[in-house]
């Protein structure tokens, strides 16, 4: 027997009377596995050919390969004829991912119609070290080293055990004729350059190298199942009523804390990758603070619960600020106060995990009002050299318009004496010469009042 019927046989997934859809496209893989389980196995089978009128008469020449296939070994065929590259274009997509989606729709269409079990597609060993090694390449994580699995959903695939090796003795044993897609050899596609230089390189160092690659990916997808069941275990316990608990959370083992994550990421907003599962890792450990995930969502965290807010827009302001008289601006709780010299030190170890700002109070020009960015604002760090435009630095920061309304600008009747989050103008920052100090912090929702109260006392023994 053949490791293509071998590997059919032992799927699990046909039984008697099973009723199938197989991708057939008319190439090596998708042949063997249409005669397989129509001839060889005696399965009920209806192939399905999409033509994506990409490669002109050889697009119709493998439509036509297809129906006589069909008819010699009087097989249901059911076709899609479909521009791709118009697909593409009205999705905003590549073609491959087109493609993918066009036949996939069509297969289950055809589930639907005639009512099958199955719908078989002819991923081999072979397609699995391809995609175990672009997804490497592209960075993923355990989930995505998982590969391609043998079912999801109503769709299986038989031959995720067989190599292309095999798939050609099947072909040639059985005398069957297939067609070959010459873009196969396009490496324009990552996929070919994978197929036609990655993996033959490493077969020269170890010679079974797909079949360890793809073997690879079996052992992480029995653990990530594992995993999985842990990390739904988890996510019952770390939910509280609007929200997580981050206690809980980082009670976790380090893997079970970043599949979390990465599930209170889509809930909340609907997008996960590395960059925003580190961030959210990264705000459970913080006292208070935010994260800016997509658009105008956001993540916080007070008093240990981590919870999703919306961020709005807001409308144009210039608000004064007086030292000691505390202000409502941007969704903040704006503080300020006059301290010496001989304190800072000391403030800065109390606020060393919350944002502030230290501005050298003698340099400041009349009154400080606190305002929306302007066109043409300029403004020149004290811990950057040069002079940069607000609009380039926001734009660098990757602040969101949303974003760019909520940063507070503080102004004298001169210049830019500050930006909050971007810091404090060259010719206003705090020096050794500096004798007192405004220190602008924000107060969120009363939790620093002991903080101020500490500050308080300092300055009664002082």
Known sequence: ??????????????????????????????????????????VSVIACHVNHLLRGEESDRDEQAVRLFCRTYHIPLEIQRIDVAAVARREQCGLEEAGRMVRYRFFEKMRQTHQTDWIATAHTLS???????????????????????????????????????????????????????????????????????VLPALAKIEPQAERAIAR????????????????????????LDGGYSAQKLLSYPAAIQRRAAIQILQKECGHADYASCEALLH???????????????????????????????????????????????CGMHLCSQIIPQDMYATY??????????????????????????????RFSPAHRKGTRTLKKLFAEAGLTAVQKSAVPVFCDEERIVAVWGFGTECNNA????????????????????????YFEGIAVRK
Request: aromatic share 8%; net charge positive; proline share 3%.
């Open 1 to 42: 027997m053949s490791r293509v019927e071998q590997a059919v046989r032992k799927s699990g997934f046909f039984k008697a009377g099973s009723r199938v859809i197989v991708g057939f496209s008319g190439g090596a893989d998708s042949t063997a596995l249409l005669h397989c389980l129509a001839v060889r196995c005696g």
């Open 127 to 197: 397609d699995q070290a391809e995609t175990l090694l672009f997804r490497m390449a592209r960075g993923t994580g355990g989930k995505g080293l998982c590969g391609i699995p043998s079912r999801r959903g109503y769709i299986v695939r038989p031959l995720l055990t067989v190599s292309r090796t095999d798939i050609e003795s099947y072909c040639k044993q059985y005398a069957l004729p297939f067609v070959t897609d010459s873009s196969n050899q396009d490496c324009r596609y990552a996929r070919n350059q994978i197929r036609n230089a």
């Open 216 to 239: 690879l990916a079996s052992i992480l997808s029995e653990e990530d199942a594992y995993l999985s069941e842990h990390t739904e275990q988890a996510m019952a316990e770390i939910a």
């Open 283 to 329: 705000l459970a450990n913080m006292y208070s603070g935010s994260i800016s995930v997509t658009g105008s969502t956001i993540l916080s965290i007070r008093r240990g619960k981590i919870f999703r807010e919306e961020q709005a827009v807001f409308p144009p302001f210039a608000v004064p600020l007086s030292v000691n008289k505390p202000v409502n601006i």
């Open 348 to 377: 800065q170890k109390i606020y060393k995990n919350l944002l502030y700002l230290a501005l050298d109070y003698d340099t400041i020009k009349g009154k400080l009002v606190i305002r929306q960015k302007q066109d043409g604002d």
């Open 430 to 453: 705090v020096t050794p010469k500096t004798r007192r100090i405004l220190l602008i912090y924000e107060d969120k929702m009363g939790e620093d009042k002991n903080e101020r109260g």
